[in-house]
C-alpha cells in the first residue's frame, strides 16, 4: 500500500504506512471548539451540523453525512456503497465523496479550521473510502489522521463509509 501525503507546511508528517497510522486518536485540544446556536445546530465559519448528523458545507454547496463510528467501522467497499447508496437521512441521494472532495474537506477542517473537526469525528481520525478507484481491485481512501491517500483491494475491512451530495435544500 501506498501513501501519499498532502503537501502543506501545517501538515502532520507520515510516521508509517500501516493502517493502523491511518487511524490517529482526536486531541482534546478540538472539543468544545464549535458552538451551538439557536436552533441547536453545531456550527463553525464554514461548517453547520443539524440536528440529524448532516453537515453543510458553505462553501463547497455540498452536504456531508460521517457515519457513526460505531455504525461503519472496518467495512469492505461493496457493504459501504451498499451503505451510502441506500442512506434515507435528510431525504436520500447520497454517494461516495471523491477523493478531491475529501482533500478539500481535510483542509478546511484540519488544516484552515482545526475548531470543526469535531463535526465530523467522535474519537478518532479514521480513513475513508473514496469513489476513486486504483486500478481494477483497489480504491483509494483518505486518511484524516495524516492528510495521506492510500488505496486498499476492495475487499480490505478498513476504512469508513461517509455519503455527500449537492445541497438539497
Known sequence: MQYT???SEKEPKLSDSSTSSATTKKSQASKDSCRSDDSENL???RFTKDN???IYDKNAGLEWYPTPEKDSKNMDLYNVNAVVHNFTIGGGGWRLPRIEELKDLYKATFLD???C????FEKYFYPVWSSDDDGPSKTLFFSFGNGAIGSFP????CCYAWG???RSR
Not at 473537526?117 to 465530523?120: E, N, V
Request: with cysteine; hydrophobic share 30%.
Open 5 to 7: 501525503a498532502m503537501s
Open 43 to 45: 456550527t463553525c465559519e
Open 52 to 54: 440529524q448528523g448532516i
Open 113 to 115: 479550521e482545526k475548531k
Open 117 to 120: 473537526s469535531d463535526l465530523f
Open 154 to 157: 476492495r475487499t480490505e475491512r
Open 164 to 166: 455527500v451530495r449537492a
